[in-house]
């Protein structure tokens, strides 16, 4: 019985040190149409686009991807945005990541990304 135990701590080791979670392994990426977001996520777009101004001093700021649910790229190419959720105070759990795309703008990449999860899950945004 100690022997089970002892594998079974290993295993979970293991797990943790490779990064894994079972939330990553079955994440996806669905699609949202622009119409079909909340008002203050499609304002909040129309901002990313036409390059500010910004509400909060952390929008703009890189996001680091460390959920791995979107594509990997290269540090520094995606970028969050607060959308703003009524009736709080603080930044909420909503946001919008813009990739850069080959050009290497977010204004103009049309790679935008809606989480209302902060994070947990991403749905493409679709124009």
């Not at 943790?16 to 909340?38: C, K, M, Q």
């Not at 499609?42 to 001093?57: D, E």
């Not at 540090?75 to 969050?80: M, P």
Request: charged share 25%; net charge positive; no cysteine.
């Amino acid at each position: 019985m100690k022997r089970f135990f002892v594998a079974l701590a290993f295993i979970g080791a293991l797990w943790a040190f490779s990064g894994a979670s079972p939330a990553r392994e079955t994440a996806r990426i669905g699609d949202v149409p622009l119409a079909a977001l909340p008002k203050e996520a499609q304002a909040t777009l129309a901002l990313v686009r036409s390059g500010g101004p910004f509400a909060h001093a952390k929008d703009a700021s890189v996001f680091g991807n460390r959920e791995k649910i979107l594509p990997a790229r290269s540090r520094g190419y995606y970028r969050e945005y607060t959308v703003a959720t009524p009736g709080r105070r603080d930044r909420g759990a909503r946001r919008i990541v813009a990739g850069a795309g080959a050009a290497g703008d977010v204004r103009s990449s049309g790679e935008y990304y809606y989480s209302d999860d902060h994070y947990n899950s991403f749905r493409r945004i679709r124009e």
